[in-house]
């Protein structure tokens, strides 16, 4: 929780023309974002371009920020509509698919069947989220990944607390269905 | 009939699962998926599920990531330097422009009027226009080359 409060600190400094704070803040919670975009987005080199432009537009607004809410809420803020944005735009791109699936499997090709029934039952859930509606399943990345609470989801996602308890329940219920239907 | 918790409040079930109930509650919860199989079968599912998303590892960041963060904010500020200065040194240019102008025009001397000089001055003044505006530009170019190099 300390750690977590000193984020607005941080931030408060680089408001001041504090580079090094910027650069702590960057190296708290690069691989957070860059996780975050990539299990939203499902392709490293897009998460981490998205990833890049998050920090950028922190920097670029560090003049009028202001700890209205927590710095990690604010941040998931940016980096969920940056995926939004670019899960709604691939949509209308033909044929795009992601490789990191198919390198993924090559990379763990199983030799035990416990590793195929394991592989298969994460690409099938990993299948389920990516197609998900989108806000679900940034309610789910933040929940389970970052163990958001749901008042901060709710935050980043610009919606009620109520409205994430529900986006949560019916992206579970999913996930949930999914793999029952592969028992 | 249905369970009053998946009806009324679902989420019980899940910071159930990711035990962020308070004791008690837990307790409670604990105890009530012992009489309700309904539950119980969402708890396991919900539990089966996050074990297969813990499986689920992302690759580590790339080791130039900082770097090539750093160098788009330094295109940015490069960019709004220049931005925010060209303007800025057009108006310089401009006002030294004047300004040249000014010292490099004196008011001509005023003289009696007499035959034949009023074309002389006419000429005078017509020989002395494009060397002036010739200075005027230059200066203008220089300035220009000078904003140039400042705004990289």
């Excluded at chain 1, 371009?49 to 537009?57: D, H, I, P, T």
């Excluded at chain 1, 809420?73 to 944005?85: D, G």
């Excluded at chain 2, 109930?21 to 919860?29: K, Q």
């Excluded at chain 2, 599920?49 to 690759?59: A, C, H, T």
């Amino acid at each position: 929780m300390a750690a977590l409060e000193q984020d607005t600190h941080l931030m408060l400094r680089v408001r001041e023309g504090d580079s090094a704070s910027f650069a702590i803040l960057l190296e708290r919670h690069r691989a957070p974002v860059v996780h975050f975009l990539y299990r939203m987005i499902q392709n490293q080199a897009i998460a981490e371009e998205l990833a890049q432009e998050v920090f950028l537009r922190v920097y670029r607004s560090r003049a009028s920020y202001e700890p209205t809410a927590k710095f990690t809420t604010w941040l998931f803020r940016i980096a969920t509509r940056l995926a939004l944005n670019q899960i709604r735009d691939r949509r209308h791109e033909k044929g795009s698919e992601s490789l990191d699936d198919a390198r993924q499997l090559r990379d763990h090709l199983p030799t035990v069947e416990q590793s195929l029934v394991r592989e298969a039952r994460l690409r099938e859930v990993r299948q389920a989220i990516e197609e998900l509606p989108g806000k679900q399943k940034a309610a789910v990345l933040m929940h389970k990944y970052q163990e958001m609470e749901y008042a901060q989801i709710a935050g980043a996602l610009d919606c009620s607390e109520s409205a994430v308890k529900s986006l949560l329940f019916r992206a579970y219920e999913t996930l949930r269905a999914r793999l029952a239907h592969m028992a | 009939m249905r369970c009053p918790i998946q009806a009324d409040k679902p989420e019980v079930l899940l910071d159930y699962c990711s035990r962020k109930l308070s004791p008690e509650a837990e307790l409670s919860v604990g105890s009530h998926l012992t009489l309700c199989p309904e539950c119980m079968s969402v708890v396991q599912a919900q539990w089966e599920v996050w074990e297969v998303l813990n499986g689920w590892e992302p690759d580590e960041v790339s080791s130039d990531f900082d770097e090539r963060l750093f160098a788009r904010i330094d295109d940015q500020r490069r960019w709004w330097r220049f931005r925010t200065w060209k303007p800025l040194s057009i108006a310089a240019a401009c006002a030294t422009a004047l300004l040249a102008a000014l010292l490099f025009n004196p008011e001509p001397a005023r003289e009696p009027a007499a035959s034949g000089t009023a074309v002389t001055d006419s000429s005078r003044i017509e020989t002395l226009e494009p060397e002036q505006l010739e200075r005027t530009l230059e200066d203008m170019e220089m300035l220009r080359q000078l904003s140039g190099s400042r705004a990289l």
